[in-house]
């Protein structure tokens, strides 16, 4: 039997756990079995969660489920010591985006003791150096039912996420409208007048309710130990996936994964410094279209799901 965990948060901000939802949805779209992780009563102690299994199982783990590292060790142990494999489906990897963790040396313990990873890119994959065997998502999915309006050219910049990873707000000169919460640190901020500052949109029908607009991907630093911009050299941004599911133009960096797909099926443009805004680009709307419907469906997701039963159900 397939098993895709869940970790329940309902505490958790808007927003932070679409893409495991929308994992764990799919998964059982197709058969898979779910599961459930509760964050609020899980101890570190993991046996509960592998009484059933046994070696004919495949158990894809959505990772990190933040509770404590040591649960993350004891559930890939409970789960391996009944004979099932154990998958690790990356969703972030704190070691490549925070400098100086004590614990990075277990945490890429668990990706070399694993059978085999899910992670955004090649670039990624890259730079785990896992030994283990590796498989590509690309994009995230991002499912909805929101009707997506037929969308119209306007220059109005727009920018949804975590605005923890947005320092550059603070300095921007264009004009942008933000769909993001004020982070607690920035509330003695002044940020410029022409930052207009939305409520959270409900995840589900975001892709619905964003107007129309070009959409920025674009992260920046919040202090010296974090390396959010960098790591843009290597992940797959959902606020990217978003986007593209609402059939938006996008301006993301030169230097993304995915530049090349988004230059190549002209679905807006790359820049290698927020100064080269605005930016012209070509923009082909059937092609929007067709990688939107993707999204919302599902596509990506299911396509790995196939080829981790077609690799370890020989």
Known sequence: MNYMTHTIEPWMPIGATKPKDDIASLAKQVGWQELLIDRASQSTDASNLAIDLTADDLVVHQFPSYLPLAFEENFQQAVKQTGATFILFIHDFEPLRIANRPTCDREYA??????????HTREMADALVSPVPTFILGLFDYLTTAKIPERLFTPQLLYAGT??????????????????????????????PHI??????PQDLAPGL??????????????????????????????????????????L??????????????????????SELPLTFSYDKIKAKQIGHDLRTGKHTKDVLKKLIAFYNK
């Open 210 to 251: 964003l107007p129309d607009g070009i959409s920025l991907v674009w992260d920046s630093d919040s202090d010296h130990d974090t390396s959010y911009h960098r790591y843009q050299n290597i992940n797959s941004p959902h606020k990217l996936s978003l986007y593209l599911a609402a059939e938006l133009p996008v301006i």
């Open 196 to 201: 207009t500052i939305h409520d959270l949109l």
């Open 163 to 192: 605005l923890t990873k947005a320092s550059w707000l603070k300095t921007c000169i264009q004009p942008i409208s933000v769909f993001g919460k004020r982070p607690r640190k920035w509330q003695h901020n002044n940020l410029p």
């Open 110 to 119: 668990l990706l070399y003791q694993s059978d085999g990873l899910v992670v």
């Open 253 to 274: 960096p030169t230097f993304s994964p995915f530049s090349n797909f988004i230059l190549d099926n002209q679905l807006g443009g790359c820049i290698t410094d927020l």
